[in-house]
């Protein structure tokens, strides 16, 4: 993509949700909370950021568009998804290596920037869970129903390689800037090597996730900076300037940082 603004709501710019935490076996393969969305009506077009981790997600009420349960594989730059969205759906975002963990070791880069039908990637059983989250009628019961879901894949699902898991820790701790040379180094393989197998397990390029970690970062600490001094924040953030923050806005969500910081406090995100 060139990277330029394009239509599409941004997906930060949602409908109100409501939250459960997952059980403590499953916080490490999953991202923050299980969330439930909901309103009378639905953005037609919604523009997706760039993100180390794997959305699967359960309409509650259907819509003409896409299938009732699926997952959208990591993507290495923002994507618009097009049709109106569902105007009620829980979403699990699974990181990186739990998705390799709960979708049962299928290779991430072959789901990377696609959207796929939780039928065709769970069988008879993803069927039953969209049926069993759609007869509920309170969030809790659905977060329970899909956290039973997940622990049963868990139980059967592969693990990833140590290599691999290492090498993804070791990006997340040095918060995306460690060398990936040294990385392959350090784990005793091939940078080739280390890259093959890193995309198979997590679904980008090493460096495009080093990339990422560092952007997600940024945007996580971007709420204790009211407003942001966006100099101070390429800084802070491990960038060369405020041009380079720039290029990685525009990639990694399709607008530039003052453009995406209006429309955070414009839909309450920040304050």
């Known amino acids: 993509m ?12 949602r409908w109100p949700r409501v939250g ?3 059980r403590r076996e499953l916080r490490s393969l999953v991202v923050g909370d299980y ?3 909901s309103a009378a009506t639905a953005p037609r ?3 997706l950021a760039a993100t180390t981790s794997v959305p699967l997600i359960i309409k509650i009420r259907d819509s003409a ?3 009732p349960g699926f997952v959208h594989g990591v993507h290495g730059s923002y994507s618009v998804m097009d049709g109106e969205c569902a105007p009620e759906y829980l979403e699990v ?5 739990g998705a390799y ?3 049962g070791g299928v290779p991430m880069d072959e789901l990377s920037g696609h959207l796929v039908d939780a039928v065709a990637l769970f069988g008879s059983s993803g069927r039953r869970l969209g049926e069993r989250i759609r007869a509920e009628s309170t969030w809790r019961r659905r977060f329970d129903i899909v956290e039973e879901f997940l622990l049963r894949r868990l139980e059967a699902g592969p693990r990833p390689s140590p290599e691999v898991a290492w090498a993804w820790r070791r990006l997340v701790t040095s918060g995306g800037t460690v060398a990936i040379r040294q990385v392959a180094a350090d784990v005793g393989w091939s940078h080739k090597h280390l890259i093959t197998k890193f995309k198979r397990e997590v679904g980008l390029p090493p460096k495009t996730a080093a990339r990422l970690v560092r952007f997600e970062r940024l945007m996580e600490r971007l709420d204790e900076h009211l407003p942001p001094r ?7 953030g491990g960038y060369a300037d405020q041009a380079h923050l720039i290029r990685e806005f525009r990639e990694f969500t399709g607008t530039t940082p003052t453009a995406f910081w209006d429309s955070a406090r414009a839909s309450g995100r920040v304050a």
């Open 93 to 97: 975002r699974l990181a990186p290596l």
């Open 65 to 67: 568009h896409r299938p």
């Open 2 to 13: 060139s990277g330029q603004p394009i239509g599409g709501r941004p997906e930060w710019v």
């Open 101 to 103: 963990v709960l979708l």
């Open 20 to 22: 459960g935490a997952p």
């Open 230 to 236: 966006w100099e101070q924040v390429a800084v802070d």
């Open 45 to 47: 077009h919604l523009r």
């Open 35 to 37: 969330t439930g969305f």
